[in-house]
């Protein structure tokens, strides 16, 4: 793969279409997520590797922030308004926080769609390993993924901006586990109507 960081890879790996992908980032080590063909929202949570109890919190992080939507500098804060990630760098910017994740249920009543694969369900799959479920899953991160909110408080999911190899990098500021969902979403633009792969990297800086 030819997309390079300035320190060592640890971790280098494609997530397929609505697949989950879950992992620990030490304290200090980066977290790449690379939209290796455009258009592709990914759902994200993450949490205190050592208490999981500690975990992103977004109504914190848009406060302290000053904005909804997130974008390079924006630091992630837990529900102890500890920093858990800032973002280090970012090609695309104006990430969502406010959109949520898909699931089984809201697909049902938002589309008519029965039995659809979903972020919500992928979470679950992610957070299994590390002894953790349904109670610890709360509002979410969408990378890539575009929300305009207009003057009147009218929002929706609209089609997004990343193109291909745009990426975001989380810089770790204690030991996080992060868990994503690459959105198998078919019935809004969140993932361009055409789920695809997206590239993990952990790295540590030289």
Known sequence: MSESVPGTVLTDLVVPPGEPWSG???????????????????????????????????????????????EQGTVLYSNLANPLFTIADDSCGRHDTIGGCC???????????????NCRDNFL???EPHG?????????????????????????????????????????????????SNCPQMNNPASGFNPTPIRVMIWEPV
Request: some cysteine.
């Open 24 to 70: 620990v980032v030490e304290r200090g080590r980066h977290l790449r997520i690379v939209d290796l063909e455009g258009l592709q929202a990914v759902d994200f949570l993450c949490y205190n590797a050592q208490d999981p109890a500690e975990r992103y919190c977004a109504a914190d992080t848009m406060k302290i922030a000053g904005k909804i939507f997130l």
């Open 125 to 127: 799959r992610g957070l």
């Open 132 to 180: 953790l479920g349904h109670k610890d899953v709360v509002a979410n991160i969408n990378f890539f993924m575009y929300v305009p909110v207009e003057a009147d408080g009218t929002m929706a999911i609209v089609d997004g901006r990343s193109k291909p190899g745009d990426h975001v990098d989380l810089r770790a500021e204690m030991d996080v586990l992060a868990v994503l």
């Open 103 to 117: 699931s089984l249920e809201s697909n049902r009543v938002r589309y008519g769609a029965e039995d659809t694969p």
